[in-house]
């Protein structure tokens, strides 16, 4: 099946800091990039959509300022936690489709801010 | 309002043994119905998918079902092993626009 990676998988912050997570779909090319955060025992919770080289749309609540999301292109999207708080402390997963109806998930990145 | 709702919550059954997860929805139009399997700490893997047509789909030990008169979906796990202790999401993506509506998953413990 194909392989979404993220990087980092985990990483320990300060708050105030920012923090970027990259998202890569390895073996295809992926027109739209989902960003989810997971908190513990819940399911996931989409944060925003993005399609290559254009603005990702966010879901209600989700502050674009805070979570700016890049998809320069068809195999790369960033999400990057801008001064982030101990409350930004999460897991997030990236997914990303290509041509089919399937959904590849990335492996997730744990963030803890301190 | 879509939803996805599963059941049961959680779920523990000895290693060997069969168990049935529910997902029930009210997506509409219906796309397709997906099955995942999330390890703790782990990013979701895909188990089946399904679209309208398809009543039946198996993998290995998994197999899905779907009723789109019902809106109904299951997970049969046959002859569980302790690594298929995970907790598993039913996600139905609506036929307009795409957007996915996911369900909040049901935890599964398998005993020795």
């Known amino acids: 099946g194909a392989v979404v990676s993220q990087h980092p998988s985990r990483v320990i912050c300060k708050s105030g800091t920012s923090v970027k997570i990259e998202c890569r779909s390895l073996d295809f090319q992926a027109t739209t990039m989902f960003w989810y955060r997971q908190f513990p025992k819940q399911s996931l919770m989409l944060m925003a959509t993005s399609n290559e080289g254009s603005k990702a749309t966010y879901e209600q609540g989700v502050e674009k300022d805070k979570f700016l999301i890049n998809h320069a292109s068809l195999t790369l999207s960033t999400l990057t936690v801008t001064s982030a708080h101990p409350e930004d402390s999460s897991f997030y997963i990236c997914s990303a489709t290509g041509s089919s109806y399937e959904q590849y998930f990335g492996p997730g990145t744990r963030l803890t801010v301190t | 309002k879509n939803q996805v709702e599963q059941s049961p919550q959680s779920l523990i059954i000895l290693e060997g043994k069969n168990c049935t997860l529910q997902c029930n929805y009210t997506v509409s139009p219906f796309s397709n119905l997906r099955w995942y399997k999330q390890d703790t700490g782990r990013g979701p893997v895909s188990l089946t998918i399904?679209?309208?047509?398809?009543n039946t789909k198996s993998n290995g030990r998994y197999t899905a079902t779907l009723d789109a008169d019902t809106k109904q979906s299951s997970l049969h796990i046959t002859a569980s092993q302790l690594s298929d202790s995970a907790s598993y999401i039913c996600v139905v993506r609506n036929g307009e626009g795409g957007k996915s509506t996911f369900g909040d998953g049901t935890t599964l413990t398998v005993k020795p």
């Open positions: 399904m679209t309208f047509s398809e």
